[in-house]
């Protein structure tokens, strides 16, 4: 039966196996192991797909071989046994006695040999691991190797269908030259057909020699079949050329083709000697695998001293008891830290919503920005357009000055020349007067002088006429300038140019004066004269004839006045026309001034609108600041809880190295413990990596903190900013209507000095309506015209200081309208610095943003592998508990077994029952095993996207103390085995024991 299940657990190697001898291992077979002849881990590379692990799976391998060959050679023992006892049977107790000490001796030699094979045992595993390395070069040589050989293959392929393609293309190229033959052969027929008709044509030139016109049409026809021929010639000569290359072309494929073989026989002979290469590799494998199962079967025979086992299972049961009373205690510890990770976890939960709650708060707070920049840019668009308007205002306004400048100068013209006009006719009358007066004294002097003064007067009476006709035409001017002076109202809104005009009127008024000096000089010269010409009348008829060239040059220049007038008429007309424009321009300014106002009142408005969002935002700010506060708390608290954890983890410390102080005295069992006690530690480093999870968490919320407190410090400055642009704007405001207050008052004042100098000119008009009623009144109203004169100056110097005030006040307009452009300038630099502040704000929160939804992310992908984890950990817990299950329940098969071999009730049947379970158990780890190593790949596969590189490391780390249970639960699996093979040793030794006995008791 053992023989049948040995062979079931190794079929593949049932053929080779052989009974070992009970002899050391040779120094040849040891240099064979050393030196790595053969390649070894054939097998190894199937148990690494299953199992993950070469060397395990090796060893378990070896394992069962070894179990299998002991239970052969106790099958063979124990004919062994049954002849020595009948050997005994006949000899006697003497003899018993000595085998007895002979067995004992064997026994010690047994346990020598036992100690020189487990040195042999670690040469042999180095070499087994020497021989692994050489057997996974010699892979990857025969992997690389495969490779060249599918190269080298995939490239006779392909020359294969190069030689298909060429002798494909040979074909075509013999066919042609076939062709070519064929048209060869056409050409000689035709060449002797061309003969033959050469040769007709020759008897019939012969015949008719007469014919010299058929004779020259042969001619021309051999032309052209000699040219013929030669084109094909020529053609023969081309095609056996081509031919000749086809021949070439040939040639070298040929030569190509031979050197293929070559390569593809090279190829054939290459993989033939590395077939039997490794062939020769198995072969040395299969000796390598034979010589180590018998050095391992030889080891296992020399196992002895139960009852030694038996004490120090009985001290290891007591210590094992103690670890699980530890172990149990760190469970619940464990349990402790798992139920604060939990509290934890749902600490994290609380700040990831009020994450959120502060994602949408900020969401708000974006668009809230996103409206004030939208009123911001509103406001800049309307600032441009006043700033145009004002620019267009004085553009405007400085035309309005060009035109009332040009108007005020030709008003100046026209009043210089009416002017000239009454000055000449002052000058007119006195001379009249003085004339009249001389003439009166020319009658008292000399009767003869009175036809002559008849005639004077007579002349003057006409000169009179004139005069009144020249006073009717003023007083029509005199009208006309009235309606001009109704006309002249607006155009004398802007009264820059009085000054001028008052200063042209004083200079007229002194060239009037020093006329009328001189003419009194002439008068009296005159005078003089008459005097002197009472005895000649001679000189006064000179004196008349003078005075009538006077009167001639007076009509004249009353006809030139008119002239002038009509003139400055159409000029007058003109500056109306002008002033209608500058008129409209205004109305335009102010309809431009009322578009500025309500601009301003809109401004006003967003203004306001702007400080509501201003306030709003700053609630926020306040309500951010008060979840920031929490989050520190929060933070406060998680940090009391790391201090918690890692105070709890110095006490895991301090009890870790009490118990290691405790196991130091143990040896195998204590190595387990040890173990778990390892693993304890990756679980707490596992905690310990969740902690300082934890704190990156708290230190990157603390960065979020941070950058929410300066984005809010930001924004705060932004929103002071944005508060002093609004305070300049209305200070800007209010000085733009104290602007247009003053421009309104200045306008009402340029009307009312306008309506004065309107009064004034109508004034001066009934003034000169006065003067031409009647010459007597001459003097009376030269003395009004100088008090009115004086009045005039008077207005004058107050319309100066007027235009004095008006151009300072005009000046401190431009001031302030520069100053205005330069406030305009400087807030649309802060309103672009605004903008850049409000962009980088959107870019900070935009990134905010993605932090909080990545941090969002990691966190859900963190919860979900520490779910995960944590699945598995309970699963990993279950397997370490199923697993000490299965040794307890192997303890307490072995303690049946030692009762069942103390009481020797039992037999073998029993036991391979036993065996076959355990075998069973052994079959179903080794599923776990794997059924947890697919877990792994799936984990491995999970763990392949890049934001999971810490939860990676810790997964790592797990999967680390997973492999280190394994190779737990496969050393506990090779102790169950030994234990077994001690067990059915020990009970082949009872039941040979019992057969002595019995045989004895029979002698008996």
Not at 556 to 582: C, H, I, M
Request: proline share 1%; with cysteine.
């Amino acid at each position: 039966m053992e023989v049948d299940q040995a062979a079931e657990v190794n079929v593949p190697e049932t053929a080779e196996l052989k009974l070992p001898d009970k002899t050391p291992v040779s120094g040849d077979e040891q240099e064979k192991l050393l030196n790595g002849d053969s390649n070894l881990q054939v097998k190894d590379a199937h148990n690494e797909e299953d199992d993950g692990a070469g060397s395990d799976g090796f060893e378990l391998i070896d394992v069962k071989e070894n179990f299998d060959t002991t239970k052969v050679e106790e099958v063979t023992a124990v004919p062994k046994g049954t002849t020595d006892h009948m050997s005994s049977m006949t000899k006697g107790p003497v003899e018993e006695e000595k085998t007895a000490a002979l067995e004992e001796q064997a026994l010690a030699e047994a346990e020598r040999s036992l100690t020189a094979k487990d040195k042999e045992l670690a040469d042999a595993t180095q070499s087994l691991r020497e021989l692994g390395s050489d057997l996974e070069s010699s892979k990857k040589r025969i992997e690389e190797i495969e490779a060249e050989l599918d190269s080298s293959a995939d490239k006779l392929r392909k020359l294969e269908e190069l030689k298909d393609e060429r002798s494909l293309h040979a074909a075509q190229e013999a066919k042609r030259a076939s062709e070519l033959d064929k048209m060869l052969e056409m050409a000689q027929m035709n060449m002797k057909e061309m003969e033959k008709h050469i040769s007709s044509l020759q008897e019939e030139i012969k015949g008719h020699q007469d014919k010299v016109t058929d004779h020259q049409q042969v001619e021309e026809s051999l032309k052209s079949t000699i040219s013929e021929l030669k084109a094909v010639q020529e053609a023969l000569e081309l095609s056996k050329s081509q031919v000749a290359d086809l021949e070439q072309k040939l040639a070298s494929q040929d030569a190509d083709i031979s050197k293929l073989t070559e390569e593809l026989n090279l190829n054939r002979s290459s993989e033939i000697s590395l077939k039997e290469i490794t062939l020769k590799l198995e072969n040395e494998l299969t000796t390598v695998r034979e010589e180590l199962q018998a050095k391992l079967l030889s080891l296992h025979d020399m196992e002895t001293n139960l009852d030694e086992q038996t004490k120090e299972r009985q001290t290891s049961e007591a210590t094992l008891e103690k670890q699980n009373e530890q172990i149990l205690e760190l469970q619940a510890e464990h349990d402790k830290l798992k139920d604060e990770n939990e509290k934890l976890q749902g600490a994290v939960v609380d700040l990831n919503s009020k994450f959120t709650e502060k994602d949408s708060m900020l969401s708000q707070a974006e668009d809230e920005l996103v409206k004030a920049q939208m009123l911001l840019s509103e406001a800049l668009s309307h600032k441009e357009e006043l700033v145009a308007n004002l620019k267009s205002l004085n553009e405007q306004h400085e035309e309005s000055k060009v035109f009332s400048e040009s108007a005020n100068q030709k008003i100046l013209e026209l009043e210089a020349q009416i002017e000239a006009m009454h000055a000449a006719e002052v000058a007119i009358k006195s001379q009249m007067k003085e004339a009249e007066v001389s003439v009166e004294a020319a009658e008292k002097k000399s009767t003869d002088l009175e036809q002559q003064l008849t005639d004077i007067k007579s002349k003057l009476d006409a000169s009179s006429e004139e005069m009144e006709l020249l006073k009717e035409r003023f007083q029509q001017e005199a009208a006309l300038s009235a309606q001009k002076g109704t006309q002249l109202e607006e155009a004398v809104a802007s009264i820059e140019g009085y000054k001028e005009k008052i200063n042209e009127l004083q200079s007229s008024l002194d060239s009037s004066v020093s006329k009328s000096q001189l003419l009194e000089q002439e008068v009296k010269d005159l005078t003089d004269k008459c005097s002197e010409h009472q005895e000649q009348a001679h000189s006064v008829r000179q004196r008349s004839l003078e005075l009538e060239d006077l009167l001639h040059t007076s009509k004249s220049d009353a006809q030139g006045a008119y002239s002038r007038t009509q003139e400055l008429e159409q000029e007058l007309n003109k500056t109306y026309e002008k002033l209608k424009g500058a008129e409209e321009e205004l109305e335009q300014y102010r309809n431009k001034v009322s578009q500025l106002s309500s601009d301003l009142e809109a401004y006003q408005t967003k203004a306001a609108s702007l400080e509501s969002v201003v306030e709003s935002v700053s609630g926020k700010e306040k309500e951010l600041m008060k979840s920031l506060s929490q989050v520190t708390e929060e933070k406060k608290k998680a940090e009391e809880l790391t201090a918690e954890y890692e105070a709890k983890l110095q006490e895991h410390l301090k009890g870790k190295q009490s118990l290691e102080e405790s196991l130091q005295s143990q040896e195998s069992k204590v190595l387990d413990l040890q173990e778990e006690l390892v693993k304890l530690r990756e679980e707490k480093e596992h905690h310990e990596s969740t902690i300082a999870d934890l704190n990156l968490q708290l230190s990157e919320k603390n960065d979020i903190h941070s950058q929410l407190e300066s984005q809010l410090s930001q924004v705060s400055d932004d929103h002071s900013k944005t508060r002093s642009l609004l305070v300049e704007a209305e200070s800007h405001k209010e000085e733009l209507e104290q602007n247009l207050r003053s421009v309104n008052d200045l306008h009402a004042a340029s009307q009312t000095a306008a309506e004065s100098a309107k009064q004034q000119i109508a004034e001066l008009e009934t003034q000169i309506q006065e003067l031409s009623a009647s010459e007597q009144s001459l003097k009376l109203q030269l003395s009004e015209f100088e008090s009115k004169l004086s009045s005039a100056e008077k207005n004058c110097t107050d319309l100066e200081q007027q235009l004095k005030d008006a151009t300072a006040e005009c000046s401190n307009c431009h001031l302030k309208i520069d100053e205005l452009s330069g406030e305009l300038e400087a807030y649309k630099e802060k309103s672009t610095n605004l903008e850049t502040s409000l962009a980088a704000a959107k870019q900070m929160e935009v990134e905010l943003s993605e932090k909080l939804l990545h941090i969002n992310e990691e966190k859900d992908n963190f919860e979900e592998m520490s779910k995960k984890t944590a699945i598995k950990h309970l699963e990993a817990e279950n397997q370490v508990q199923t697993l000490q299950g299965e040794l307890e329940s192997a303890r307490g098969k072995l303690e049946e077994v030692e009762t069942e071999l103390r009481s020797l009730g039992i037999r073998e049947s029993s036991v391979l029952e036993k065996l076959k379970s355990a075998e069973e158990q052994l079959e179903h780890k080794g599923r776990a095993l794997e059924h947890a190593t697919s877990k792994k790949i799936d984990l491995e596969a999970l763990c392949t996207s890049p934001y999971l590189k810490i939860q990676r490391r810790n997964f790592n780390k797990q999967l680390t103390t997973y492999l280190r249970r394994k190779t737990e639960c496969q050393q506990l699996s090779e102790k169950l085995k030994l234990v077994e093979e001690q067990a059915a040793s020990y009970q082949s030794k009872a039941t040979a024991a019992t057969e002595r006995r019995g045989v004895h008791e029979g002698g008996a």
